[in-house]
Nanobody, 121 residues
Framework: QVQLVESGGGLVQAGGSLRLACTAS????????MGWYRQAPGKQRELVAI???????NYADSVKGRFTISRDNAKNTVYLQMDSLKPEDTAVYYC???????????????WGQGTQVTVSS
């Protein structure tokens, strides 16, 4: 099996910063897409930032210029540096990864348990 474990959430004032980390572990042959989604109360889960393949990234318009995604392939870890946080960034942040457990198996998507980010005004 594959597990994604997130860390780094918390409470911060508007304008502050947080750094999230997510590490994939278990039976892993390769990891392709890996990134972050978030879900605010009463809203649908939305993409925040993701590595699509290799070093190609995609960001939600609402976080461009404020959030930075980075990756340590050797550790199967992805980070999300969040700067200039706003109250509207408050949500549960989920890590997601597309993992192939064996070269003969197809890729599957795995999700972390989520970490709460709360930005106070």
């Amino acid at each position: 099996q594959v597990q994604l474990v997130e860390s780094g959430g918390g409470l911060v004032q508007a304008g502050g910063s947080l750094r999230l980390a997510c590490t994939a572990s278990g039976r892993i042959f390769s990891v392709s897409h890996m990134g972050w989604y978030r879900q605010a109360p009463g809203k649908q889960r939305e993409l925040v930032a993701i590595f699509i393949s290799g070093s190609t990234t995609n960001y939600a318009d609402s976080v461009k210029g404020r959030f930075t995604i980075s990756r340590d392939n050797a550790k199967n870890t992805v980070y999300l540096q969040m700067d200039s946080l706003k109250p509207e960034d408050t949500a549960v942040y989920y890590c997601a990864a597309t993992v192939k457990q064996d070269p003969l198996l197809r890729e599957e998507i795995y999700w972390g348990q989520g970490t709460q980010v709360t930005v106070s005004s």
